[in-house]
Structure formats: C-alpha cells, structure tokens
C-alpha cells in the first residue's frame, strides 16, 4: 500500500554481514508488524511493536520504532543464509483492525 | 495452537466454476481476515470480519462473496472469476482488543488458478 514506505526493495548480503530494512508510514500507526515470507507460502509473524521507542530482538532479529517519525526498522546481525526471503512490515491503520502491508524486500543471503 | 488452516492448497477453475476457499482457526480470534496476494506483490486486504459480521470490504467485486458461518469458520466463495483473479488468498485473524494493536496470525494461503 502507498500507506506504507518499505525499503529497500531488495539486497543481497554475504553471510555474517548486518542489514537494515525501514518502513515508514504515512498515517498513523495502531501498530507496527514485521512478518517474514517465502515465496509462495504464508506469512510467519516475527513482531509486532506497538509504543513509540519499543525495541523487541528475537534471535538475531531486532525492531524498532519510533512512533514520532511514524517509522520502524527491522535490523539483521551475521546474516545467515536461513534469514533469506521476503520481509513485510505491516500496519493498522486508520483502526485497529484496518491492515495493511509495505511492498517488502526480498532478502538474499550468500554462503 | 497457534495455527490459521487453510484449505485446500492449491485450487484450479474455470472461469464458469463455482468453488470455495476455507479457513480455520481455533485461538478464540474474533477477527478473521481475507487477503489477495499478486506475484512479487505484498498482500491486498479484501474482507475483514469482527464477531462474524463483515465490517470492512475493500470494495472488493461481487464475484468474491466472503461468509463467516461462525467464529471459527471463515469462507471466500467464487463465481464466475477471471484469469487476473488467479493469486495466492491469505487467510488471518487477531483478537479483536479495543486497544492496541493485535498480532494477525496467517494460514499457508491458497494458490488459486483461473483457466
């Protein structure tokens, strides 16, 4: 949705590296998720961060957001080749139940 | 259980057929969700249902008829689609919480093809 700025649209790390993707909104956020999907398959949920300068890390993944900027991102540490796919952050936007999707950013890992 | 089913898998039809998609989910959510997902695009919000009563509908055209039989229960019906019609439909429901954001869990999706 044109409601939800996600980038870049895609990168290709070498294994070990970091990365970062953003996504930035253009309303206002009910709630911030980043979901994590292969191709042709379902979305696996990975967080969701809710108030303004909430931090949540699962494994190597971490995520933040800042409620000021209307913005998140989702950073990467020593890459691995099973973090490869396409990352999706999404949105409630105008109610809690209103929700949408950025246009993702496909993730390539090299062994 | 943590889990949104969602059946069957894989779904061809003609563009005359009559079918239906099917979703499930036993996590007590009052919120159920219909999705279209294009190749290489991010998933499209079609329906949304609270409490088995359809509240939003992204103007979705009428050869897609959702029905929430029940809270567990949530059905995509087609008719007469078009080849364009042919994605990947995502299921997903959420608490329905008054505030604060509510985490949406996703079934596998259907890949559904129109010939």
């Known amino acids: 949705s044109q409601e939800l700025e996600q980038s870049p649209q895609s990168l290709i790390v070498q294994e070990g590296k970091n990365l970062t993707i953003n996504c930035t909104s253009s309303k206002t956020l009910y709630g911030l998720y980043w979901y994590k999907q292969k191709y042709g398959e379902g979305l696996i949920f990975l967080m969701m961060l809710q108030k303004g300068g909430e931090e949540k890390s699962h494994e190597k993944i971490t995520a933040k957001l800042d409620e000021k900027k209307q913005q998140s991102s989702l950073h990467i540490t020593a890459s691995q080749p099973s973090h490869a796919g396409i990352y999706l952050c999404?949105?409630?936007?105008?109610?809690?139940?209103?929700?949408?999707f950025g246009s993702g950013t496909k993730l390539n890992v090299k062994p | 259980d943590t889990e949104v089913t969602q059946t069957p898998k894989h779904l061809v039809m003609g563009m005359t057929n009559k079918k239906s998609l099917k979703c499930e989910q036993h996590?007590?959510?009052?919120?159920m969700y219909w999705y279209k997902q294009k190749a290489k695009k991010p998933p499209e919000l079609m329906f949304v249902?609270?409490?088995?009563?359809?509240?939003i509908n992204e103007s979705v055209p009428s050869r897609f008829s959702p029905e929430c039989p029940n809270s567990s229960l949530l059905n995509l019906h087609l008719h007469a689609l078009q080849p364009e019609d042919s994605a990947l439909y995502l299921c997903?429901?959420?608490?329905?919480?008054?505030?604060?954001?509510?985490?949406?869990?996703f079934g596998q999706g259907t890949r559904l093809t129109v010939v």
């Open positions: 996590m007590g959510h009052r919120a």
């Open positions: 249902y609270s409490y088995e009563k359809l509240s």
């Open positions: 999404g949105a409630a936007l105008y109610n809690f139940n209103k929700f949408y």
């Open positions: 997903a429901s959420s608490q329905m919480k008054r505030q604060g954001a509510n985490e949406a869990f």
